[in-house]
């Protein structure tokens, strides 16, 4: 006897059996059903009280019996390479409520990409449900797979007819003439698609407000494309309550189907940090690959990871952001499939037990202590030379790496990307009127920041990050051409701060040379900053005599006995600006050397 699928529990064994004799019905491959086998799924639909669905391939063999509605029925997965076209399958299933197809009847049909779906009414008329009543079957609906722009419904619905009707209807010619106009929508993409995988991003509108929601959307397609793929579209949500299963809801899901499917995308990529409870719903709901923000700003690491130490580090995040994922994972948790938030440098796979990963995990963590521990010796040799560290740190791709090379004479790879820059990179320097060093000065470029940063990430690098803590000064690099740049500021304020790094901090205002001169004159007096542009080399005699002044400051005296920040300094950017500058005899609206809070 073959299975029954769907809701079987309590359904007695004739009932059982009668259901499984289902599959030995055949329908001619032209018809879309017949009376015969309608009457015979009406009579077990009213003795149990549950829908019956069938499967019926090309050739008119069922192929699967169910129990339940129709999106209960059980369907294979749709093969990659056919997903834009029709599956084979048609699906034939009973309504016991009248009124033609239900929304998830026809997201069903689109989702799989079937060739016709078919619904008929049945009722009992005079005893009622059981033996001896008489059974009315129909009207049936009729609906198939709509071609066409996005503008258009992704369905094409017929009916209410009667069985008679719909059993004369050519089903197989109309799917022929269907799928041959879907082969010509299809030939037309491939031929103009690339081989990069496309994206539709998908964002939350919550107290934060519209403003600070299409900030986070345009810096989430900023770094998709730095992961290597395209945006083919965005959505953005207005609900104050996200969906505990979701995120967005049922409803959101299959209009981002529709807008996936006509955009020619093959990924979902979310805004907010997916549980992994809500990656596998949204992955079977949409049958697309599923991200989240962590995902592919964990991907862009993986692929900037040069030498050993950065490649450590970044398996060691993706294995925890994996560990609670494993179960129950989908198509974004295997590297089968490859793409964003597949790769990475550990010969480790994705699809290993996790025994085997918190084993990896044990062995990276003790490599990472390894590289602290050699980074620690080499700190402590830099401070018995007591030549004075400066350390660039900001928001990533804010131009840290163009500064470096320019104060340091370096040639580090410097390149418009978000996280190029993985491995901290130390070189000499020197600073003109710094006498007590003889001029010389140690220059530290770091890795990005980004707002909302993986805790995945922080705990990783952290043997990275200590070396920001033994730094003489924390020179905090602004884009101040980036929309949001305070916004930005903020961020890396305080990831700073989590990290409780103590050296003072000046804030550089790069990239001046594109910034709008009254934003850069409001940001210059807000943090006390210095204007500097790394490419054109403008602003920097004015930035390097500023270090010179805050190095001899702080270095007035032995470290042990260095003046400590002083109070008014740990105000808010503004006040603390205006304060040093007063405190040296500067206009307040200049604030050239001032330290930021």
Request: hydrophobic share 45%; charged share 25%.
């Amino acid at each position: 006897m073959e299975k029954v699928h769907g809701r079987t529990s309590g359904l007695k064994k004739n009932q059982i059996k009668r259901l499984s004799n289902l599959y030995r019905r055949r329908v001619p491959p032209e018809a879309a059903l017949t009376n015969e086998l309608a009457r015979a799924m009406g009579e077990l639909a009213l003795e149990i009280g549950r829908g019956v669905s069938l499967l019926i391939d090309r050739r008119g063999r069922v192929l699967t019996v169910a129990v339940g509605d129709a999106n209960e029925t059980p369907i294979p997965p749709v093969p990659g390479e056919a997903a834009a076209r029709l599956y084979g399958l048609r699906l034939v299933h009973t309504h016991q409520k009248p009124g033609g197809f239900s929304p998830n009847d026809l997201t069903t049909l689109f989702l799989n990409r079937l060739d016709a779906m078919v619904a008929f009414d049945v009722a009992a008329r005079q005893g009622g449900r059981g033996a001896g009543s008489a059974l009315e079957v129909g009207p049936a609906y009729l609906a198939f797979v709509a071609p066409g722009s996005a503008d258009a419904e992704d369905w094409l619905v017929e009916g209410p007819m009667s069985l008679r009707d719909l059993e004369q209807l050519d089903v197989a010619e109309r799917i022929r003439a269907l799928e041959e106009e879907l082969e010509r929508e299809l030939g037309a993409r491939e031929v103009a698609r690339t081989s990069a995988e496309r994206a539709v991003l998908v964002g939350l509108v919550g107290k934060e407000g519209a403003l600070e929601a299409e900030a986070r959307m345009a810096e989430l397609a900023e770094l998709v494309r730095s992961a290597g793929a395209t945006v083919a579209g965005s959505s953005l949500q207005q609900k104050s309550r996200p969906d505990p299963r979701t995120l967005v809801g049922e409803g959101k899901l299959q209009e981002l189907v529709s807008s996936a499917f006509h955009e020619d995308a093959d990924l979902l990529v979310f805004d907010r940090e997916l549980s992994p409870a809500q990656a596998r719903e949204i992955e079977a709901f949409t049958k697309l690959k599923v991200l989240d923000r962590t995902q592919v700003i964990l991907d862009i690491f993986a692929q900037n990871a040069r030498g050993r130490e950065a490649q450590v580090q970044v398996e060691l995040a993706q294995l925890h952001y994996q560990l609670p994922r494993l179960a129950g994972r989908g198509t974004a948790m295997s590297r089968l499939g490859g793409g964003i938030g597949t790769r990475g440098p550990g010969e480790t796979k994705l699809e290993v037990d996790r025994r085997r990963i918190r084993d990896r995990i044990a062995s990276l963590e003790a490599a990472v202590n390894d590289i602290s521990r050699r980074r620690s010796e080499t700190r402590k040799a830099r401070t018995a030379s007591d030549t004075p560290v400066v350390a660039l740190v900001g928001y990533t791709n804010a131009g840290k790496s163009t500064l470096f090379n320019a104060l340091a004479k370096a040639d580090v790879v410097a390149r418009d990307r978000l996280f190029e820059t993985l491995r901290p990179t130390t070189r000499e320097g020197w600073l003109p009127g710094l006498g007590a060093w003889g001029g010389k000065v140690v220059y530290t470029d770091t890795v990005g920041f980004i707002r909302d940063l993986p805790e995945e990430l922080v705990n990783a690098f952290r043997a990275t990050l200590e070396e920001l803590h033994d730094a003489d000064l924390l020179l905090h690099v602004v884009d101040a051409a980036a929309p949001g740049a305070p916004d930005r500021v903020d961020a890396v304020q305080r990831i700073l701060d989590e990290l409780k790094l103590e050296p003072p901090r000046l804030v550089v205002l790069n990239k001046a040379d594109l910034a709008d001169p009254l934003h850069l004159a409001g940001l210059a007096e807000r943090y006390g900053a210095v204007a500097v542009s790394a490419a054109t080399g403008a602003g920097l005699d004015e930035l390097k005599a500023v270090l010179t002044r805050q190095l001899q400051r702080a270095g007035a005296a032995p470290a042990a006995e260095r003046e400590p920040v002083a109070a008014w300094e740990r105000a808010t950017p503004a006040a603390a600006g205006r304060a040093t500058a007063l405190r040296r005899g500067l206009p307040a609206r200049s604030g050239l050397d001032s330290m930021e809070a």
